[in-house]
């Protein structure tokens, strides 16, 4: 993985290893980029460990938490912040004090642009039809950047549309990019591909596939229980800021924010819908239209059989 920052405002870029793939970086300035991205490089993987990819809003929250209720034999909810195991975002040599291993780190990289030891380790990939995705996103940078940004200037649904299937130089880069690479993926043996709404309409069939890969072999009353807890409604009133402790990641975390603020907050934002279908309470019929003519033309639509509905 090659690096490198821009002055102005701050900016920085991951590479694949031959320079022809550059992601923007999620960091808010060059200290906390430098930091963050240096522990990548230094990091040596455990074994054990487990990885959890999936572009933004695709459910990683509700995955993460189904593979470490997998990983701890019991469906209570995790009481420590999520974002410790969120590589992208807080400093792996600080994880081991909130998240000894065996643990699922995350990312939303995609793996070409990590450094080599994040490749070809366990790992479970989740991914979400693109028009329920970009309506999640939107609402995820409206709700989290007026919380963390003094300037933020919120866009319309139509006008965040147009970046989402246009811009390569957005945060991540864009879905459409991400899924055709991660896609490639898909028949390496060290990689299970989970559909967000396979997990939604069949929880106890998808979770136990995760079960069966990660090789944690629960009971099928377990993997039972663990699809309960993780119901959408449940997962957002059980996954409170009263439950979750979040003073060990708080004074890293203040380090993304323009204004004082905590991650208690922030999380009460994650969980809005979770549903399959919200696209059609946003999208214009002209905007879905031209949705539906862009996935015409895009190759992967013949071989990837998205649920929109």
């Known amino acids: ?50 990885l959890l990819a999936s572009y933004q809003k695709n459910g990683t929250h509700f995955m993460w938490e189904i ?15 999520k974002v410790a195991c969120m590589m992208d975002m807080f400093p792996l040599k600080k994880t081991d004090a909130v998240f000894p291993s065996p643990r699922v780190l995350n990312t939303h990289y995609r793996l070409d642009v990590l450094p080599k030891e994040f490749r070809g380790r366990k790992t479970v990939l989740v991914v979400r039809n693109p028009k329920d995705t970009s309506v999640s996103a939107y609402h995820h940078e409206k709700n989290i950047h007026s919380v963390l940004k003094k300037d933020y200037q919120e866009l319309t649904f139509s006008q965040y549309l147009k970046s989402f299937m246009e811009d390569k130089a ?96 922030i999380s009460e934002k994650m969980y809005r819908k979770g549903k399959i279908g919200d696209w059609k309470d946003h999208l214009t019929v002209t905007e879905n239209e031209m949705f539906d003519e862009f996935l015409a033309k895009w190759p992967l639509s013949k071989e990837i059989k998205f649920t929109f509905v």
């Open 67 to 81: 593979m470490t209720m997998l990983l701890r034999g019991s469906a209570e909810y995790i009481k420590d912040p």
């Open 1 to 50: 993985m090659a690096a490198k920052s821009e002055v102005a405002e701050f900016k920085a870029y991951l590479t694949n290893d031959d320079g022809t793939v550059k992601v923007r970086a999620l960091n808010a300035n060059k200290e906390q980029f430098d930091e963050i991205h240096k522990n990548m490089e230094e990091y040596k993987w455990v074994e054990g460990d487990f």
């Open 170 to 265: 957005r945060f991540y880069g864009r879905y459409f990019d991400y899924i055709e690479y991660m896609w490639s993926l898909k028949d390496d043996p060290n990689m299970l591909v989970i559909f967000y709404e396979d997990l939604i309409m069949d929880p106890v069939a998808n979770i136990q596939k995760v079960n069966e890969f990660m090789g944690t072999q629960r009971s099928p009353e377990l993997v039972e229980e663990i699809a309960s807890a993780t119901t959408f409604s449940k997962m957002k009133e059980g996954k409170t800021s009263k439950l979750v402790d979040h003073s060990k990641v708080n004074e890293h975390m203040n380090s993304f924010s323009d204004k004082p603020t905590n991650m208690a907050k």
